[in-house]
Every structure is written in C-alpha cells, then in structure tokens.
C-alpha cells in the first residue's frame, strides 16, 4: 500500500519515489476511487480445486478487496476435475468475453512436451490471450502459460530440457527497484517443475521485456513488459510445500523414476516433511503485482482500460 504524505517538497519523497517506494500525496489520496479489484484467473491444471487455492491464499493476503472469477477452457475435456465443480464455480470464455478486468493469471498446464498448436484447446487459449491485450490490464502467466505467452506474444519458442527441472532453486535479482521486486532480498527462492524452457537469448531480442530474475541453474524466472500489462513466471511460486513431493512420489508410482526434487527434502531424504523456503517470496511477488499493477494502474472504469497493442 503506498505511504501519504502532505506534499512532494518531503525531502524524502524524490529518493523513495526513485527507488519505486509508492508515495501518494494527499491530494492524490483525496481524489482517488476505491473498488473491488476484479481478477479472473484461466485454471487450465488439471488439479484445479488444489491450484484454486493455492493461488487464492495468496490473492487474500492483501488488504485489498479482490472479486474472483474463475475460468475454463470450453475445447478441453477435464478427466480430473469433477463436472459438477467444473459447471458450479467456472466460466467460459463466450460467457466472459463481453467483461473487463483489472488482472488475469493463466495458470500452468502438464502439456509442455506438446507442441503449442497440438494442444486441443491452444485456438482457444489464443482467442483468450488477444482477448486479455485489450480487456484485462495486467496479465499473469506462470509456467506453461508464462511459455505460451511468450510464444503468443512475441514468438519465442521453448525448448525442451535435459531433463526434468524439479525443485527449489535460488535466483537473482535483476532490479531491485522494479515495483514487482520491491521487498525482496537480493537472491530468492522459487519452486521448478517443467521439461522444457525459454532461452534468454530469445527473450533479450525484444526491445519491450526485460528480465527481473533468473538463476544459473533454472534460468530465467520472471519476465515483464516494460509497461507492466504482463508477467511470465517460469516456475511455481504458489505451489504448497508438499506439492513436489506429491508430484515426485506420483512420477515414481508410474515407474518414471524421477530424480529427488533439488534443495527440497532436507538431507535428500524423500521421508523427511520438506522445507517450506519460499512462501514470503510468493507472498510479496503476488503482492506487488496486485498493488503496484493492478490496484494502482487500473482505471475506476474498467471499460476505460486500453490494449497495449495501440
């Protein structure tokens, strides 16, 4: 939340604001409009009651009033979720795309071995990524929809990995005073579960994204627009403390014979409870995006938002 002061002449005001400390002078908090934030979030994991929360405890650790609404892909079939859950507590795109919001978040989804255009519901998730340019102010992505995204919108392909990036990785912080990494130390930890990523070679070729924190072994892990209407999270920040060891023991179950989560079970130890290290980390990047770019950026009137694409 921002700090208000009575006028700009504060000595301190022109050092904060150069470090992207939101400051608001009263004339400012005097003329501001409050409302709920209106946020929908693009489920497209097939666990979807277990990410519904896993993001939603983190929407609600603000002090801001945030109005969700929940969205599915119609073309997709979903073998995990239960229909009733499905039709009950989600949207599809025709029902939502007359509506505008403040943000979006596409979540990830276990298809990142396909090729984008061979998913079934990839014409759809197109449709909605074009639609969110123009009707949403700020824009989520996180792992697969952070890949698709970036393929979407820019081209930039994904490649497949070695093999599987699974675990609790240390990353740099590009920009300290970006308002997105605002409260974070100079290193953080952020959990990985992906077969494939982008290249930061890709990624430096356009003029319009840069680069807030990336790590030497799991590469980069948040991209943005230079405007703020998009973020791409390459790995799981929201994810539970025992949601790789579910993810490993599932794998192992099938015969994969998966390698032990990095930096995850203390001593390699896959019967100890694992560490929960990066909660805070999600906690003040979920938000800063919330605070800075959604809650700050949008217009009261929803309908006033303009695509970037101009």
């Not at 990524?129 to 009707?135: A, D, G, L, Q, V």
């Not at 807030?212 to 998009?230: M, Y």
């Not at 994810?239 to 930096?263: M, S, V």
């Not at 130890?269 to 938000?287: H, V």
Request: some cysteine.
């Amino acid at each position: 939340m921002p700090i208000k002061i009575q006028n700009s002449e504060l000595p301190a005001y022109k050092l904060l604001e150069s470090e992207n400390i939101f400051v608001m002078t009263d004339h400012r908090a005097m003329t501001q409009d409050i409302r709920p934030l209106k946020i929908i979030i693009l489920n497209l994991m097939p666990t979807k009651i277990e990410t519904e929360t896993q993001l939603l405890r983190l929407l609600g650790n603000t002090p801001l009033q945030v109005d969700i609404e929940l969205l599915r892909a119609a073309t997709h079939v979903s073998k995990n979720a239960p229909l009733d859950h499905l039709t009950t507590f989600y949207k599809t795109f025709d029902e939502v795309k007359n509506n505008f919001y403040d943000g979006m978040i596409i979540t990830g989804a276990p298809v990142e071995l396909m090729e984008f255009e061979d998913v079934d519901y990839w014409d759809e998730l197109c449709s909605i990524m074009e639609w969110s340019t123009h009707n949403v102010y700020s824009t989520f992505h996180i792992c697969w929809g952070a890949q698709a995204g970036l393929y979407y919108h820019y081209g930039i392909p994904k490649y497949k990995l070695d093999e599987k990036l699974s675990g609790v990785y240390v990353h740099r912080v590009m920009d300290t005073f970006h308002p997105l990494m605002r409260g974070f130390d100079d290193k953080i930890l952020i959990p990985h579960s992906r077969y494939t990523g982008n290249h930061r070679s890709e990624i430096r070729k356009h003029e319009e994204l840069e680069i807030l924190a990336s790590s030497n072994i799991a590469g980069v892990a948040i991209v943005a627009t230079k405007n703020g209407r998009q973020f791409f999270i390459s790995g799981h920040a929201e994810y539970d403390r025992n949601t790789l060891a579910n993810e490993y023991f599932r794998d192992r179950n099938k015969g994969i014979n998966p390698e032990l989560p990095y930096n995850y079970f203390p001593g390699n130890d896959p019967r100890a409870l694992p560490s929960l290290s990066w909660r805070s980390y999600a906690t003040i990047l979920y938000s800063n995006w919330l605070n800075y770019y959604v809650y700050q950026q949008t217009p009261y009137k929803l309908e006033d938002i303009k695509g970037f694409k101009e």
